[in-house]
């Protein structure tokens, strides 16, 4: 694609971005400004460690999509559950709703191996993971009910709420993605007046080749009355510092140490494989190798198995001559021993006793023969 079509395809992503927000805030979809009174972390650079900025569709998997497990909880839970469980929170039920990975648009489809090996490591253009800029937006929805303790609750107050986080990804663009939450308490008087909101938007700047830019991401919050309550200042007042010492102070760290390990888990070089020859080490993705040299190395190899393999058979061979000539001396002396005897027993019994003794003999020596090849036999499968 050239420049001028690449500029081309770009603005159409920006406008399609400002159309679709302009559009669901219209229709109520997604949160109106003034419900989003604070934005936390600005225009904050959501980066891997080596500087790239980490697109978001693998933001997209590895916070919000609720069957990938997260590194921070060594692959029990997804990054929503860890959460919880660092909040100390329990009884979580978790919703479902219209969450579908499978009719997720094409760019949020990838899987994040893919993801992270065509932008984290070579940066490669998005236009080829773009589909019918029509298909945006597209929302998923999810809720999660669960109790959650008071850290320092006051007197006669309540030590738990019981809330109830009601969960829109929202799939702006290509380019943007919103993650919107409506909290809503329970359990002591006043709790149901009002809701907060939250807002985590990830948007990326693209160069003029369509490589990703920059990754920022903004975190918007707000407490909404739906009515009017004595309490309200002091609601007000005490959710805000909550969400300011959240979001700064544990939220973003959170994130984006687990966006880091993922991306560290997925982004790995490939094996390295190490060659004996000669008692030296050499590495075998050494770029001043050439194939040849490695042909020449594994003939190197070769004759070393096939040095072994002769040194091996020598020694049978070897062993199996030891044990032939020990067999043949001791036969050698009891043959000579028995052939004095017969003599000296010739002089006392007659003819037909020596034609027995001699048949006898042979038999004993092809005894001895039969007995010597089985040995032979047996050295040799050592």
């Avoid at 109830?164 to 002591?188: A, H, N, R, V």
């Avoid at 044990?323 to 017969?342: A, E, P, R, V």
Wanted: glycine share 4%; net charge neutral; aromatic share 12%.
């Amino acid at each position: 694609m050239s420049v001028p079509e690449n500029k081309e395809l770009l603005n159409q992503l920006k406008e399609k971005t400002k159309e679709n927000i302009k559009s669901l805030t219209e229709q109520g979809s997604i949160f109106k400004d003034e419900e989003m009174e604070k934005n936390y972390t600005v225009n904050n650079s959501v980066e891997y460690t080596n500087k790239k900025p980490i697109p978001i569709n693998i933001i997209y998997h590895t916070l919000y999509d609720q069957e990938t497990k997260c590194q921070s909880s060594n692959g029990k839970l997804s990054f929503n559950k860890h959460i919880f469980e660092l909040h100390k929170d329990y009884d979580i039920k978790f919703d479902k709703q219209t969450l579908d990975n499978n009719s997720a648009p094409k760019f949020f489809k990838m899987p994040i191996s893919d993801s992270v090996k065509n932008y984290i490591e070579s940066n490669e253009s998005i236009k080829d993971n773009i589909d019918d800029l029509n298909s945006y937006p597209k929302i998923f929805e999810f809720k999660y009910n669960y109790q959650h303790p008071i850290p320092k609750p006051v007197f006669m107050g309540p030590k738990l709420l019981e809330n109830t986080d009601y969960y829109k990804i929202i799939f702006i663009s290509p380019i943007c993605l919103f993650i919107e939450i409506k909290g809503e308490s329970g359990g002591f008087s006043g709790m149901d007046c009002f809701y907060t909101a939250i807002r985590h938007k990830f948007e990326m700047e693209l160069n003029d080749d369509l490589t990703i830019k920059k990754t920022i991401y903004n975190n918007y919050f707000g407490i909404n009355f739906t009515k009017s309550n004595w309490l309200q200042g002091k609601i007000k007042s005490s959710a805000m510092e909550q969400a300011d010492e959240g979001f700064n102070g544990s939220y973003l760290p959170t994130i984006t140490k687990e966006l880091n390990l993922t991306v560290k888990k997925h982004f790995k070089a490939p094996p390295i494989k190490k060659i004996k020859i000669k008692d030296k080490m050499i590495n075998s993705m050494d770029t001043s190798m050439t194939q040849d040299d490695l042909i020449i190395n594994d003939s190197f190899i070769s004759d070393i198995e096939d040095d072994n393999e002769k040194y091996i058979n020598r020694n049978k061979n070897i062993n199996t001559q030891n044990i032939g000539k020990k067999d043949t001396l001791f036969n050698n002396i009891f043959l000579i021993l028995f052939i004095f005897l017969i003599l000296f027993i010739c002089r006392y019994i007659g003819k037909e006793y020596l034609i027995l003794i001699l048949l006898a003999l042979i038999i004993y020596q092809l005894f001895l023969i039969n007995n010597k090849l089985d040995k032979l036999c047996i050295a040799k499968n050592v």
